[in-house]
């Protein structure tokens, strides 16, 4: 018996990587699967469906379920279609994973509005049309009588939420809304019987983070492997799971650890018995406990495996 025997999951972005993982964790579990992935490079460009199909082949050499879908969510019809490939498939739909993502990194003087919009389009365009058209089809279903769970799973990132990147102005951007959309979202759906959570792969090997600081490295000797693109799918697969009763939630995974997160938090405060003015607001806030953005990376970058490297590539990006 698997966790997921019965449900019918669409995974986005789901030809390599994190996706990838997923979408043949959750047919090992025993859910039937719409692999959706249009086949893009790294930056979105181009456009393969083999790349579906060659993991639709994975998971039914292994005795699973799936069949693939090309669509790309940033275009709204395309999410629909998406939805519906599921629903002419197998005949329901119980939980979206929005996975799909992209890269255009640049310095935020030379970003240009193609670079802006193209990552916006599939990471927070993408994953607000999918969820959208599984919304809507589950309240339809709802208004019909049909109780059944359903679950939407959205994709952030320690960039946006935790960790700055420089270059990414675009991504973080994405990532930050795509969290704020899963709050908002989970209030709206819960009385369609819909859970909508959010987590953040954290240092996951990925086409898409191959070039970070040290996260070439493979498994250590003991044959654990910190970076493993699957460490975050059995907590994407118990979200999805018809059993679990949370919802509204973001939460961090990097390796074996679990965060729960929540929202922006308040540090600090300062109060006055009358009305601010320059002086007196600045030297109240000289005297708060205010952190360099740049503290976190640097925290986060001291976790890799080779630290100087990583603090050096980080200081690059920011001179230049």
């Not at 790309?72 to 519906?84: C, P, Q, T, Y």
């Not at 946006?160 to 951007?173: I, R």
């Not at 002086?279 to 360099?292: F, Q, S």
Request: aromatic fraction near 4%; charge should be negative; hydrophobic fraction near 45%.
């Amino acid at each position: 018996m698997g966790h997921l025997d019965g449900r019918i999951a669409v995974v986005t972005g789901a030809g390599n990587g994190i996706g990838r993982e997923h979408a043949r964790y959750f047919a090992a579990e025993g859910a039937s699967v719409v692999v959706n992935d249009p086949g893009v490079a790294p930056d979105g460009s181009g456009g393969d469906p083999g790349v579906a199909a060659r993991v639709v082949a994975e998971i039914t050499a292994a005795g699973g379920t799936a069949v693939a879908s090309t669509d790309s969510v940033a275009d709204h019809e395309g999410a629909r279609r998406v939805v519906a490939t599921a629903v002419e498939a197998f005949g329901d739909l119980h939980a979206v994973v929005a996975n799909a993502g992209i890269l255009r990194n640049a310095p935020f003087l030379d970003m240009t509005p193609a670079d802006l919009d193209a990552v916006l389009g599939v990471h927070l365009t993408g994953t607000f049309a999918v969820a959208q058209a599984a919304g809507r089809y589950w309240r339809g279903r709802h208004a019909a009588g049909d109780a059944a769970d359903r679950s939407i799973v959205t994709t952030a990132s320690g960039s946006g939420l935790f960790t700055p990147l420089p270059t990414q102005a675009n991504y973080a951007s994405a990532k930050a809304g795509v969290a704020a959309l899963t709050t908002v979202a989970a209030l709206e759906l819960r009385r369609y019987g819909v859970r909508v959570n959010c987590y953040a792969p954290s240092a996951h090997r990925t086409r898409l983070t191959r070039d970070v600081p040290g996260m070439a490295a493979g498994p250590r000797a003991d044959g654990h492997d910190p970076f493993d693109p699957r460490a975050s799918s059995a907590l994407v697969a118990y979200l999805a799971s018809a059993d679990c009763p949370l919802t509204g939630q973001v939460f961090q995974v990097h390796d074996r650890t679990v965060r729960v997160a929540q929202g922006w938090s308040v540090r600090g405060e300062v109060a006055a018995d009358r009305p601010w003015t320059v002086d007196t607001l600045a030297e109240a806030l000289a005297a708060t406990d205010l952190e360099d953005p740049e503290a976190p990376l640097l925290r986060a970058m001291g976790a890799l495996d080779d630290p100087d490297r990583a603090r050096a590539a980080v200081r690059a990006l920011l001179g230049g």
